[in-house]
Every structure is written in C-alpha cells, then in structure tokens.
C-alpha cells in the first residue's frame, strides 16, 4: 500500500506547486509553503500507515486455507514420528480432510527395502495404484536409492498431481560416512562436534541428494519430487544452542537420544514444521505448540514457547530459501 500512495502524495506536492500562484511570487514564500505541503503530506501518510499494515496483515490473514491432503508415509526411526505431528500441525492450523493414509515402517531402512516389502505389506503400492495419495513422503538412510524412482514413476502413473518429499537428515554421528552397514555403535560426543565441520559434511550431503532428486525430476519431466532440508534447519539449531539462543536447552545432547544421532522432542518438531511447510506450503510460525513439546517437564512454560517460535522460524528459513522445496528461490512456487 505505502509503495502505492507514497509516489502519489509526492506527484501531488509538485502539481499543487505549479498550480498555485502565490507560491511562486516570492522564493521564500515558495519554499516555506511546499515545505509546509511535504509536512502536512508526510503527516497524513504515516498517521495512517498502521491502518493500511492492518488491512494488509488482515488480508494475507484471510487467505483461504488448502484442503486437507492425504499422506502416505515410507519411513525409518529418523522419520517415522512425522506423521502424527504433521496430523496434529495441519489440525492445528485449521487444516480440514487431513490424512494419513498409511505408514511404512522399517528400522534402519532404504527406500528400496519399502518397495520391496513382500506383498505389499504395508499397502504402499496398492495406496498408490488406487490414486488414493497427494503427498508421498520417504526418507533415505544417507543418500537415496532406487526406491525412490520406483515409488516416483508408480505414483506419477497414477496421480500426475502427486508429490513426493525426500527428507534430508541431519548427519549420524555428525558425519558424512555414507556406508552400510550402518555404523550405529561409534559412541560419539555431540557436545563436542565441530559444527563448522558438521556444516561443510552436511552441505556435501545435501549437494549430493539434490543432485540426485534434481536428475530424478527431469527423467520424469516434470518437478514431482521435492526435498525437505531438515537437516539445514538442524545445523541452524545447533548453532543457535552453541550461541546460546535456544530457550530452554543447554548442551548439544538436549538435541539426541543416543550416539547415533535419534531425536529427542525438540529435533522431531523442527523436522514436522518441515515438512508442514513443504507439503502444505505455507508457514508454520504461529502454530500452537505441539504436545511433545509442551510435555517436556525440564522447560519451563515461557523457554517452550520462545523454542516452539524458534523452531517454526528456522523450519520456515530452511524450506522457504532452499530451492528443491517448491517454495525456495528460484523455483516459482513449483
């Protein structure tokens, strides 16, 4: 609004300096009156400034709400608490019609293992075939595998409109080592991991996924597959606990389970206000608090919310700058 009627209050001041005649009888008198027109201008323009931010901020308030989408979800244990916080985030937005059609669970999982569950045990396939599934999400052990192209070209076939997410984890053991077995039992420190190092291995990481998802996107000549980057959003919140300004956690453990690297409460909402904001494109900020957070007795009420916004801010950075999203730049909002 103010871009608006700002050049035009100035267009204003000049016409009414041409066209009135004694302001340019005296050069005094001239300067004096249109310095008393940019004031008197300028006064109206910014007295009202808050009620145009109003009427914007009512207006993106208003804006309609998506329908309610159904999810199929392929996991592993650094993926499979997503579900029911995406359930709980999309109701807690307002979200009618969301579903979760199904869940594909294998411990220590790659894709590939889902697609060949024998007869389909978990119903993947046939949920797919049937058109039954908007949103598909998978989630790698490291890098991604043939799986992911399988599950991509069955649910294209069958529902051109489908997306399919690739999440990107955060680094077990805190380093890039993508090898399989995997090496759960390394016994590391996470208080003491290099985070600048962490930081070089994941965005070598995540350089090699998006790659993949990127070639995976023209071979099936469209942008289907789309990447979650929680594992940018999870360096950006060790940092910030490093600095201090992660209300309500101390050590880099307040973050980890165990060695290997699974989630303890506040890791696995950062990872569901990912996903909120990829697959239903729009922010998480503002959302109320999820319930394993608000169970953490060790926070006080205060340290939950701040870390709840905090959490929903570094979600929405990570997914809306990052250009696999569908809502990163340089994509158009694919």
């Known amino acids: 609004m103010k871009r608006i009627l700002l050049p035009f209050l100035i267009r204003s001041i000049i016409h009414l300096e041409m066209r009135v005649p004694y302001l340019k009888s005296d050069a005094g008198l001239c300067a004096a009156n249109v310095g008393r027109l940019i004031a008197l201008f300028a006064g109206v323009f910014f007295l009202a400034t808050p009620a145009w931010c109003a009427d914007e901020k009512t207006d993106a308030a208003a804006t309609p709400l998506p329908k309610?989408?159904?999810?199929?979800?392929?996991?592993?244990?650094?993926?499979?608490?997503?579900?029911p916080l995406l359930a709980e985030m999309a109701k807690s937005a307002g979200i009618a019609g969301h579903e979760t059609v199904g869940i594909s669970s294998i411990g220590g999982s790659r894709v590939?293992?889902?697609?060949?569950?024998?007869?389909?045990?978990f119903g993947t396939k046939a949920a797919l075939t049937a058109g039954k599934v908007d949103v598909l999400t998978l989630s790698p052990i490291w890098l991604p595998d043939e799986g992911i192209e399988k599950f991509a070209r069955l649910a294209v076939e069958h529902n051109p409109d489908i997306r399919i997410t690739v999440q990107e984890f955060w680094m077990p053991n805190d380093e890039y080592v993508p090898v399989y077995p995997l090496q759960a039992g390394k016994g590391i420190d996470h208080n003491a991991t290099d985070l600048?190092?962490?930081?070089?291995a994941n965005d070598q990481y995540c350089h090699d996924v998006e790659e993949?998802?990127?070639?995976?996107?023209?071979?099936?000549?469209?942008?289907?597959?789309l990447v979650v980057p929680v594992g940018v959003a999870a360096d950006a919140l060790r940092?910030?606990?490093?600095?201090?300004?992660?209300?309500?956690?101390?050590?880099?453990?307040?973050?980890?389970?165990?060695?290997?690297?699974?989630?303890?409460?506040?890791?696995?909402?950062l990872d569901g206000y990912c996903h909120f904001a990829v697959i239903y494109r729009r922010t998480p900020v503002g959302l109320p608090m999820p319930h394993i957070l608000a169970g953490m007795a060790n926070l006080s009420q205060d340290d939950k919310e701040k870390l709840n916004t905090l959490l929903?801010?570094?979600a929405w950075d990570a997914v809306s700058h990052h250009p696999l999203t569908g809502l990163g730049e340089g994509t158009g909002g694919r």
């Open 212 to 225: 993949f998802v990127g070639d995976l996107d023209k071979r099936l000549g469209k942008e289907a597959v």
């Open 112 to 121: 590939i293992q889902h697609w060949d569950a024998p007869d389909d045990k």
């Open 312 to 314: 929903q801010e570094l």
């Open 68 to 83: 309610g989408l159904r999810i199929f979800t392929c996991a592993h244990s650094f993926h499979g608490f997503v579900p």
């Open 239 to 269: 940092e910030k606990l490093a600095a201090g300004q992660a209300p309500g956690l101390k050590v880099q453990w307040d973050l980890f389970r165990d060695s290997w690297g699974h989630a303890q409460a506040p890791l696995q909402v």
């Open 196 to 200: 600048s190092k962490l930081r070089k």
